[in-house]
């Protein structure tokens, strides 16, 4: 990987699958200087369904464990996305998320889990990658288990099947601010060095550990009660703990979120009481950094991290209401706004000229001022 920072981006956060088209999406990454994407599984899907040599999607309802003409498809998808990426110079450094996977409570749902985890390495192969993001699973408390050593054993589970190939396949863990019973930076750290396993490690989201513990998007501050005290311990934290297993920090991704104007609550837009509030704020209101109306401290988060010793991929994964839009310019108009943010980010961060791999036009005026820490 090198002593470098490497412009990466998740690829739904140029416009989801369902209006944008990979292709697309990669011919921008190659024009706006983007050397590497975490391939979102939506975006498979959708070119397994796109293909002329596909099969017709499945009914719903079907079991994954007998859907072999689904498998098929998108064991081709992977192998046409692996080309297009090759034609765009474009890596491929995970495919992700392979959700709701650790500490299921039915036995048969997780042995499914298992066969579909196998499959998603076939696909990762095909791909050329080596690495799958599993995010915290937030599945209702009564269908998956808090029990530490269940969740553990499961994710060591994994590491071992992973450790079967040659090479390996790795598993990056992730806390989702909203997970059911993992949502911490810290906690899935802890479960990372738990499972103990060489191929085993985590991405730490900017995003999601500040909107844990910074922000509260159904508070009218948008603030949790000790936002600025639980952040500078976990900066701290992050700054002192890292270092000692470094290897274990696979990849780093760094996004805002918008401070909302109304508490996200029963009557806003965004609101549903099937979700949780901060998962309805993170599909609609993440931000590339520097962007206005974004308060997280993210890139105090970074920095703890470059100062840990951290050097690799930073990853811009975005979700947001304008991402899940039709039109042509959309996906362009992500991919600017992800070059200035990229070039924002390398010259604010001290990073040099050609870590910054992206070219000068993209950048504006605007300096970002920093949270101002009391």
């Not at 050593?149 to 071992?160: C, H, K, N, P």
């Not at 988060?301 to 100062?307: E, N, S």
């Amino acid at each position: 990987m090198g002593s470098r920072f490497i412009p990466t981006i998740a690829s739904q956060s140029l416009g989801r699958a369902r209006y944008h088209s990979l292709d697309h999406k990669l011919e921008l990454c190659q024009k706006y200087g983007f050397e590497a994407i975490e391939l979102f599984f939506e975006d498979l899907e959708a070119v397994a369904k796109a293909l002329p040599a596909s099969h017709p999607a499945l009914p719903p309802g079907t079991s994954f464990a007998d859907s072999t003409e689904l498998q098929e498809s998108q064991l081709a998808a992977a192998e046409y996305i692996h080309d297009l990426c090759i034609r765009r110079r474009v890596q491929i450094i995970c495919l992700q998320p392979f959700m709701h996977y650790e500490g299921r409570l039915d036995s048969a749902f997780h042995g499914e889990a298992i066969q579909e985890l196998q499959f998603w390495i076939k696909l990762a192969r095909r791909l050329s990658t080596d690495l799958i993001q599993i995010p915290s699973s937030f599945l209702p408390a009564s269908q998956c288990s808090g029990n530490r050593g269940r969740i553990v054993a499961d994710l060591r589970q994994a590491a071992e099947i992973g450790l079967q190939n040659d090479p390996p396949t790795r598993f990056a863990y992730e806390a989702l601010a909203w997970g059911t019973h993992v949502d911490t930076w810290d906690a899935a750290w802890s479960i990372v060095l738990e499972v103990d396993r060489p191929n085993f490690g985590t991405c730490i989201d900017a995003f999601n550990l500040a909107g844990r513990i910074f922000a509260d998007p159904a508070s009218l501050s948008g603030l949790t009660r000790t936002a600025c005290e639980d952040t500078q311990k976990a900066i701290s934290k992050l700054r002192s703990e890292l270092p000692l297993a470094l290897e274990k920090v696979f990849y780093v991704e760094v996004c805002d979120g918008e401070r909302l104007d109304v508490p996200l609550g029963p009557g806003h837009e965004w609101y549903d009481p099937e979700q949780p509030v901060r998962m309805s704020w993170s599909r609609n209101a993440r931000l590339f950094p520097f962007e206005g109306g974004g308060y997280l401290p993210a890139l105090d988060i970074l920095q703890a991290v470059c100062d840990a010793g951290y050097t690799g991929h930073v990853s811009f994964e975005l979700f947001s209401r304008t991402a899940n839009r039709p039109g042509g310019e959309v996906a362009e108009q992500h991919a600017k706004r992800a070059a200035v943010a990229w070039k924002k980010l390398a010259e604010y961060m001290g990073w040099s000229k050609q870590q910054a791999g992206i070219d000068s036009e993209f950048l504006g005026d605007r300096r970002y001022v920093g949270f101002p820490w009391p």
